[in-house]
């Protein structure tokens, strides 16, 4: 069964969701749709990107992903559709695509898919629909574009080293509140090899252990691990990390070793 996944940040309240799902299951009754996230904040490509990059992955080769972040018509805005490690993704021409792909992609055009623009009010139904149902059914997307070399660029805050140090930021909060990191563990481990270090943020709290789960440490106590996602993490042990630490989307973190 054709598998259609989306991540927008059209939330649960408004018709907009229901018009996306409307349009897909109209001209493709029989696929699967998978909601990714609909609660991305509003415009937030590099939420999005660090959603998606590391989901899609999980879903068979074969799926296609559609992106409704920052999706409104201007006559400068690229519609993309683009395979990438066996997978398909549709979404506009933002930066989404650089902050969530490590290699460059097998296959991309710019979707050529149009409409009287009068009436183009909606380009996830009117336009990223239609090619994310091409894809699901094994259409190639030389069928529904042109192809395009290049696409916009935005770079990811990376951390920086200091001699013994590690500097980092917050760029992410999950729903439990966990504060996710810009520091991978490859980035940590080739940085480390085998010291002992502390890690140092807000009022002045250290974590100088890391932790394998969430529930190494008492309820209440804080930890540091590498989560799903291969980014170092700060929680709170069924707590809630963000609010009780003071950690926000930017913030600092310094890892020293000794």
Not at 104 to 123: G, T
Not at 187 to 200: C, K, P, V
Request: with cysteine; aromatic share 10%; proline share 3%.
């Amino acid at each position: 069964m054709a598998i259609i996944t989306l991540t927008t940040d059209l939330g649960d309240k408004d018709i907009y969701q229901a018009a996306l799902k409307g349009s897909i299951l109209k001209l493709l009754p029989t696929v699967n749709i998978v909601d990714i996230t609909h609660s991305v904040a509003a415009f937030n490509v590099q939420q999005a990107a660090f959603i998606l990059k590391n989901s899609f992955h999980y879903f068979p080769e074969g799926s296609v992903h559609l992106i409704g972040i920052d999706t409104v018509y201007s006559e400068d805005t690229r519609y993309l559709a683009i395979q990438y490690k066996k997978h398909f993704f549709v979404g506009a021409d933002n930066g989404i695509f650089s902050l969530m792909f490590s290699d460059v992609p097998d296959e991309m055009v710019e979707i050529n898919i149009m409409q009287d623009l009068k009436f183009l009010h909606f380009p996830l139904a009117d336009i990223f629909v239609k090619a994310a149902v091409h894809m699901a059914k094994g259409g190639s997307l030389a069928e529904i574009g042109l192809p395009v070399s290049s696409i916009e660029n935005k770079m990811n805050l990376q951390p920086v080293i200091e001699r013994n140090l590690i500097k980092g930021v917050v760029i992410y909060i999950d729903s439990f509140q966990n504060v996710i990191t810009n520091i991978t563990k490859e980035f940590f481990n080739q940085i480390q090899q085998g010291r002992q270090f502390t890690l140092y943020f807000k009022r002045n709290e250290t974590i100088n252990h890391l932790s394998w789960h969430y529930n190494e440490v008492p309820e209440g106590e804080k930890l540091c691990l590498f989560g799903i996602s291969d980014h170092l993490e700060i929680a709170i042990n069924k707590g809630n990390a963000s609010g009780l630490l003071g950690l926000n989307l930017g913030d600092s973190v310094i890892i020293e070793f000794e």
